[in-house]
DNA sequence: CAGCGCATTTGGTATTTACAACATAATTGC
DNA sequence: GCAATTATGTTGTAAATACCAAATGCGCTG
């Protein structure tokens, strides 16, 4: 489809150049590479489209991370309410506990939340982003070994569980790619594997999950509804999900929308 | 010193926002603070200049990663030799090979450049920003367990060495705080026996050290001059130093600067 | 409460960028 | 080689931003 060499070789660069520094003008580059700014902008905005850097005012930042590009539209839509759910679940850790995170979008997102936050805690998580987001915190950090998984962001594998397995945890908290009256489920193996390992490894377990999860059948049953003793969600799971549910003992946490003031708000309006 | 709300606030909420998007605009914050663009403005000028972020036209853009804030100013001047090195020493590496990479920040140059590559490389490091620079490669990645420090970006301890003893490697790549006839020196202990470790599982071991380095004398001998092969380095080692290094059988690879047609050089320009 | 220092606002101007419509140049396919 | 398509450059105008300096407001201290 495209074969010219001009086109392609600015982008290619532009890229590059996105890697070394956050932020490029689109003067600079135009002056770089020869050509107008009308140009330029044009590159920026082919390639905002492509998903490959977001557009500023004068310019072009990177995207967080070479991870996930290939984010789904549906994880795209329930930002607010994985945000509302971070939310909510942070209430539940305690100062001076022992907490593992599973690697995830709504975890992490639980993570910053822990991470601004001054409890003096010990998180054990498989995930950088996790990792990343505590990081300016007071918290103790132990990162699992593992292969890297660049799409999750995260390890995984024998080495993952076996390491996890080593460590006793006050709280867990997973994710799932979907939630039944049979149990938790998920489409990666090797996630699966982890999440079990962390509800072993852990007194009390905890599932974030949107709405959007629910009665979502997928690839592998992680574990019965049993082996959890809550979740925290964004919307009252449905009749015969709450039944399962409350007959498993699992405690139902329904997290509202993020308070006005709340600096997270600001993001959203920013997007 | 501060102990007004008002502004301190302001600034702590930018950064916040700046975790979560990567890009705010000055408009935006002012309608949202319920102040004037020019106060954003001076905000932002603060901020930029302690570090903690980066200004762009219309805002500003977080700085990569929660990592490092305060770094070094000698580190900040000899970012272009750091370059350098990871470009030379990044020749040293072959298709199909398993490398094993120390964190630091000319490691860390090194994976940037051995990311944008296609050899199918197997990874092994304890760095987290060495991962996510190679995140986008085809490469496989091994990560380290241990206790994540967030200054250095990686992971540390009894765990790191354990877990790395289990590898061999055929190239190490490993930096250092201070070169001298004596050895290998490091300020850092718990990164000294990662170093150490790194040595003893690879059938190769290069040390990438800019001259800043040379004939300094820090608080760890981490290992002699005989225990590594090589050195990839920006400027020719003093007499005394070159002496030492062809005694003990090091070969000394120095560094050209960056060809114009390379795509760092963009970043440095712009910087 | 007067005075001081700091943060913020205000107002005005110079720059820079965005946007859109059109012209020109380059490339491709036939 | 010609026509169609695509890429790039030009121009003009509106909007957003940067910069500067002075004025105002506000909190604190004595």
């Known amino acids: 489809m495209t074969r010219k060499p001009r086109k392609d070789e600015r982008h290619a660069r532009i890229l590059e150049v996105l890697r070394y520094t956050p932020h490029v003008r689109i003067a600079t580059l135009a002056t770089r590479f020869g050509v107008t700014t009308e140009t330029i902008r044009r590159d920026l905005d082919a390639l905002s ?20 590009p290939p984010i789904d539209e549906r994880e795209q839509a329930t930002v607010d309410e994985r945000r509302a759910i971070a939310h909510a679940a942070a209430r539940l850790v305690e100062p001076g506990q022992v907490v593992m995170i599973d ?51 995260g390890v995984f594998g024998q080495d993952t569980t076996d390491y ?76 015969s999900l709450a039944r399962h549910l409350q007959r498993a003992d699992v405690t139902v946490h329904v997290a509202g929308p993020v308070t006005a003031d709340d600096p997270q708000r600001l993001t959203e309006e920013i997007a």
Chains 1, 2 share one sequence.
């Open 103 to 153: 690697a995830g979008s709504t975890t992490t997102q639980l993570a910053w939340r822990l991470g601004t936050g001054d409890r003096a805690l010990t998180v054990i998580t498989n995930s950088y982003p996790v990792a990343s987001a505590m990081a300016s915190s007071t918290s103790r950090l132990i990162l699992c070994p593992g292969d890297f998984n660049a799409r999750e962001g």
């Open 49 to 68: 489209d492509q998903g490959l850097l977001d557009r500023a005012h004068g310019g072009a930042v990177a995207r967080p991370m070479g991870i996930q």
């Open 164 to 239: 996890l397995a080593r460590f006793h945890a006050n709280l867990a908290f997973i994710g799932a790619s979907g939630l039944t009256g049979e149990g938790i489920l998920d489409v990666n193996r090797d996630a699966a594997w982890v999440k079990r390992t962390l509800i072993a490894r852990s007194e009390r377990t905890y599932l974030l999950v949107d709405h959007t999860k629910f009665a979502q059948t997928v690839l592998e049953l992680v574990a019965p509804l049993s082996a959890i003793d809550g979740i925290v969600t964004d919307r009252p799971p449905p009749e």
